[in-house]
């Protein structure tokens, strides 16, 4: 089985990708970054797990997880990401690989991520990546009406996205095997998508 890893910038259009992907093809997707933010609920002991070594309760008095708290210690503190992601990615792997587990009937399955790229962890994962994207402006366009916000709030977002917006800026990384530029209609990107799967994922079958 090829797993194939779909990333890109906000407002690239990675997930409208997958989601054809999907429909097309039949492809399994599994979005990383909504799963990680399941999991400090779902896994018996990461949440425990972080708490101790952030040394903070991260609940309320019900037990209830406060996901605000733990975003402001690692917006404040960036050594608290690097410790909450030490503990995160194993436990993603681990989920990735058990649900992959109940796909061997599939050629391929797509891990959709905004931010493997720009993580360690990461380095060398997946069989084929595919970077979506779409020139920087374009993409703001795109999220401020999606999100309904400024400009200038999509543009503070961004900046946090600095390996994306090199790349959108013509940097080039080889650890991705093929960019799909989405700068058109739907029809056109459905298009490119046929022709990333035929000569990437199937071209063995």
């Known amino acids: 089985m090829t797993v194939c890893v779909v990333t890109g910038g906000i407002g690239s259009g990675k997930s409208t990708v997958c989601s054809m992907m999907n429909r097309l093809y039949g492809c399994p997707v599994y979005v990383a970054d909504d799963r990680a933010k399941e999991l400090y609920l779902s896994h ?27 975003a402001q210690r690692i917006f404040a503190e960036p050594e608290a990401l690097n410790i909450v992601e030490s503990l995160l990615f194993p436990v993603l792997m681990e ?7 109940g796909f061997r009937d599939k050629d391929f399955v797509v891990f959709e991520s905004a931010t493997v790229l720009e993580k360690d962890f990461f380095d060398g994962f ?73 000569k990437f994922l199937l071209k063995n079958n």
């Open 126 to 198: 997946g069989d084929c990546v595919l970077l979506v994207d779409a020139p920087r402006n374009v993409r703001t366009e795109r999220t401020a009406m999606r999100d309904r916000v400024s400009v200038d709030a999509v543009d503070s977002r961004m900046k946090n996205q600095s390996l994306m917006n090199r790349l959108s800026d013509g940097e080039t990384d080889d650890r991705i095997d093929h960019v799909l530029v989405n700068d058109s209609s739907l029809p056109a990107l459905e298009l490119k998508v046929r022709e990333f799967v035929e």
């Open 95 to 101: 989920d990735f690989n058990s649900w992959k587990s």
């Open 44 to 70: 018996p002991s990461l949440l425990e797990e972080i708490e101790k070594r952030l040394v903070m309760n991260l609940r309320d008095s019900e037990g209830g997880f406060l996901p605000s708290l733990l």
